[in-house]
């Protein structure tokens, strides 16, 4: 599968990703409880809470698939706009369905199906970009940053949520036996979709450093960029403003 993976580039890649998320659309959130210990939970809060949201902002989730980060941005700032965007239509259905009764009537929440190296969207619309995991998934990092950069208000910040490689220390082994091993095992018996299981891991320890991708944000035209390593540094949360 490694090798497999590392051929996958441009459109093709983008057509695997598309149909490896449709298929684990309705297990993803409980995959990613699972998978994080319900750690990813916190860290959407973190994420929301670094975007510095002002009252009525509108937001932009990217990649947003069921819709949790939208949600905590609902729940933390009642009266924003947040559009939850994704290129997979499955997990939009899926995060469609979920009940939002509890979300402040004032608030707005939109889907949209959208490309993240070709969003549908007017320069200087959103306060704030934010993502969860999508960064490995995308064919072209500097593209899509850029298309972050565009699409934000002069002061809006980005905000990206991801995985890292895991860093080369005496717990490494137990990490790699943990990512090699035990997720897709659990991805098999739980979904049905071992294969998917088996890409999330690999696209996770062929990604950027936590360094490398800060460094690619400020080509992008990002200044105060920073981040935080998080669960034995092998996810991080980053941050800058145009």
């Not at 210990?37 to 994420?47: K, L, M, N, S």
């Not at 609902?74 to 995060?95: K, N, Y």
Request: charge should be positive; include cysteine; aromatic fraction near 10%.
């Amino acid at each position: 599968m490694e090798g497999k993976l590392a051929n996958l580039t441009g459109t093709e890649r983008e057509r695997y990703v598309r149909a490896m998320f449709t298929h684990i659309a309705f297990r993803y959130d409980f995959m990613n409880r699972l998978m994080t210990a319900g750690q990813d939970v916190h860290w959407r809060r973190e994420v929301i809470h670094r975007a510095a949201l002002p009252p009525g902002a509108h937001l932009l989730d990217l990649g947003a698939g069921t819709g949790d980060l939208s949600r905590e941005a609902l729940r933390q700032h009642p009266g924003s706009r947040v559009v939850a965007a994704d290129f997979t239509l499955e997990m939009i259905r899926v995060g469609k369905s979920r009940d939002d009764r509890h979300i402040s009537k004032g608030s707005g929440f939109d889907w949209s199906s959208a490309d993240a190296l070709h969003l549908p969207f007017p320069e200087s619309t959103f306060d704030a970009v934010v993502s969860g995991f999508l960064l490995r998934n995308v064919s072209d990092v500097r593209r899509c940053f850029n298309e972050h950069y565009r699409v934000l208000k002069p002061g809006g910040r980005i905000v990206v949520l991801d995985t890292t490689p895991p860093p080369d220390t005496w717990q490494a082994p137990l990490i790699r036996l943990y990512l090699d091993k035990a997720i897709p095992l659990l991805g098999s018996l739980l979904t049905g979709q071992g294969e998917a299981y088996t890409y999330l891991p690999n696209s996770t320890e062929n990604f950027l450093e936590a360094e490398r991708l800060a460094a690619r944000m400020q080509a992008a035209g990002f200044r105060n960029v920073a981040f935080r390593r998080l669960m034995f540094a092998t996810v991080a949360i980053h941050w800058g403003q145009k």
